[in-house]
């Protein structure tokens, strides 16, 4: 499933002619025998989804140990969560059903900023509301989660909550965007019970595009420039699903049950972190779709990564003849 993720393939047709084109590889690349469609959707319905998600977990701890590309405004962790939704068919898949006519599936993932990369992702049906997706989110000590009001439940955040001051934080400098530093107390009935304890609020606006930002925190030790900045960093997370579902063909499915669906997506994220690894010890240059380009063009060759996206070195050509350019005397 990672080589179709890898190679753009869209069918079990197309896949089993790839596999079958090279028999001679087939047997490096762990496979022991000829490969069949029967048994490529015999393996999604049937082998556990689970054993695909601990490849997956393994491959997500081995790119921790890379460095981010990027500066970070704070020494902690900066992790990024969100969720998108992948739509399926509904005649082929209504256990995924969403409202009405939709059906869809819900990709979760909590982006560790500075890597640009997952640090957790899960897969839910689309009927679950997304304001759950962080209940199985692990708890790192010591780092920064950052969520859109998509997610704002004060019932799911009050566990978390730290001991705040009941005064102004920081002074409040207009120059840079910055409104107001507050802390507040929630008053709605549902609300206040949900959350009792104080909380601080940020008012920024953009100074380039003139928006207005809102921030809820519990941090206290950082400036409002700094959780501004924070929250902008969110952005990358949005960027990780604009690239991963149409590069890794992530809309295509070879089989329709829950266990196939979630194989599919995890085999999309395997392939997307091997890629990241090749690229943090080569220190490949470009884009993930920079990489698997070539990548899907010589998959069955025995070619070093960097030689592969080297760039051709110029040559220079004599000039030719002007003759050569004449027909017929023009």
Known sequence: MVFARLNRRRSLRVLEACLNARPDRLYHAGIRGRVSRCNLADANEHRDWRVVARATEVLLRRVRRGRGTTPAPVAADILAFDASLIDVSLALCPWAHRQQS????RLNVLLDVALELPRFASVTA???HEVAGPDEVPVYPGSYYIMDRGYLDFRRLHPLRPALPRRALHPVDKAGGLRCDQVIVLRRAPSARAYPEPLR???YVDPEHGHTFVFL??????APA???????RRWQVELFFRGIK???SLGTFFATSPNGVRIQVRSALCAHLLVAIAQQRFALPGSLDQILQPVSVCIWEESPLPELLAKPEATAFGTDSPSQLRINGF
């Open 102 to 105: 939709q059906t869809a599936v």
């Open 126 to 128: 689309g009927d679950r």
């Open 201 to 203: 609020r940020i008012r």
């Open 217 to 222: 925190t519990h941090q206290v030790a950082l």
């Open 226 to 232: 700094v959780i501004a900045e924070l929250y902008r």
């Open 246 to 248: 149409p590069h890794l």
